[in-house]
Structures are given as C-alpha cells and as structure tokens.
C-alpha cells in the first residue's frame, strides 16, 4: 500500500463543531484528493488539491473547506458539523491528476450526533 | 452532470461460478477506471482502460471498455471467496467530472 495515513480514524462530534480530518502521504504525489463515501452512493469527489495551496471543488464541496500548505498534507474542515455529514472519508493520492490511478488512504469514519 | 451507473448493485454467486459487473456513463469518457473494496477496507486500483474497445485481463478478472467509450465491464471467471468486495468503476472525459459509480457488491458463498 501507498504511505498514505489519515487521522482520526474514528471520530464522533456533535452537530454545530468544527471538525478537521488530516490527510498525510510519504509518496510525494501531487494530487490528493478527499471523498466521502456513503451507502449507494460510492465515492463522491469533496475537494481535491494539485499542488500547496492549489485547490478545487469536487461535486459535494458545500460545507467543506480544504488546506494544503505542504505537499504531505492536505486537510479536510467541517466548519460546522451536520448530521448529514456522518459518512466514511477516504483521502487519495495520485501523481497527475483523474487520468491516473488514485491510491487511498486507510479511511476516517465520523459520526456526527 | 455526468452520471456513473452500474449493475447489479449486488451479486451472490457460489464459488467457482462467474461474475460481471457492468458500469454505463450517461456521456463519453476518455478513460475508465476500475477499484476494488474488500469489507472494512479502503479502494484499490485495478486497472485503467483508455481505448475504445479495449480488453485488458488480469488473471481471472477480464476488463472491457465499450466501442463507444461509455460503458465498460468486469468479469471474473470461477470466483473465489478472496473475490468478495464491492467493485467500483470510475470515468471521467479528460481531466474533468470524474465520477465513481456506485459499485456492485459481490459476495461468494463457498
């Protein structure tokens, strides 16, 4: 497997509370992606970066915000928690961009209560 | 938008029948991939398949990407319980609205 880690693994949170998911890679790839993935949906893209600081929207960005300031690292806010948040988040890794394989990460499962 | 569809959302087979999943994309894609999620775990890449046509195999696990570039196939011949997962395909049209389908959850009763 890629070195790909995320933390939390687990999170619980109540509604209202920002919560910040990290995502952090050993490969030096260029791409990292955020995805959420729940029951008959699959994947679904939140954000994705292709380089520090460059970021763009996925097709569920709304109530997300995203961060990279170096390129091992990229974070995923809920700036204000909902229960329609409670999903699995997968953190991916590609060298260039939706052409190329993603390698993904471990995966955090939150619950927001 | 693009959409990503695939069938069955769910397969029961005995072990050693086969198995094919099928993934349709409402628009043309310029590349196909397809992923694999064992229970509990996170996706794996499988392959990538980019020309029209094109048939790739992988083992027992055989690939097809449609002449017209928007649908695409996996087929495992005489599955194993180590073939339990969901697969997933994902396709985007260069670069952009890269979408994943919703998977097909596979399941191998010994």
């Known amino acids: 497997d890629a070195g790909i880690t995320q933390s939390p693994r687990h999170k619980v949170t109540e509604t209202g509370t920002p919560v910040t998911l990290r995502c952090h890679q050993t490969?030096?790839?260029?791409?990292m992606y955020w995805y959420r993935q729940d029951p008959g949906h699959g994947l679904r893209l939140i954000h994705y970066s292709y380089g520090v600081k460059d970021t763009d929207k996925g097709e569920v960005s709304d109530g997300y915000s995203v961060s990279r300031s170096k390129t091992e690292d990229f974070l995923l806010t809920l700036e204000s928690a909902t229960s329609s948040q409670t999903s699995v988040y997968f953190c991916?890794?590609?060298?260039?961009?939706?052409?190329?394989?993603?390698?993904f990460g471990p995966g955090t499962r939150l619950t927001v209560t | 938008g693009q959409q990503v569809m695939q069938i069955p959302q769910y397969q029961h087979v005995q072990e050693g029948e086969d198995f094919t999943t099928y993934c349709n994309s409402s628009t043309t894609l310029s590349n196909i991939q397809w992923y694999k999620q064992r229970p509990g775990g996170h996706p794996v890449f499988l392959i990538q398949l980019v020309k029209s046509g094109e048939v790739k195999k992988q083992k027992r696990l055989t690939f097809q990407f449609g002449e017209a570039k928007k649908n695409s196939s996996l087929h495992i011949t005489a599955t194993q319980t180590t073939d339990v997962g969901t697969y997933f395909c994902?396709?985007?049209?260069?670069?952009?609205?890269?979408?994943f389908g919703p998977g097909t959850r596979l399941s191998v009763l010994p």
């Open positions: 991916a890794i590609g060298w260039e961009g939706f052409s190329y394989e993603q390698y």
């Open positions: 994902a396709g985007g049209n260069y670069g952009q609205n890269f979408v």
């Open positions: 490969e030096n790839h260029r791409y």
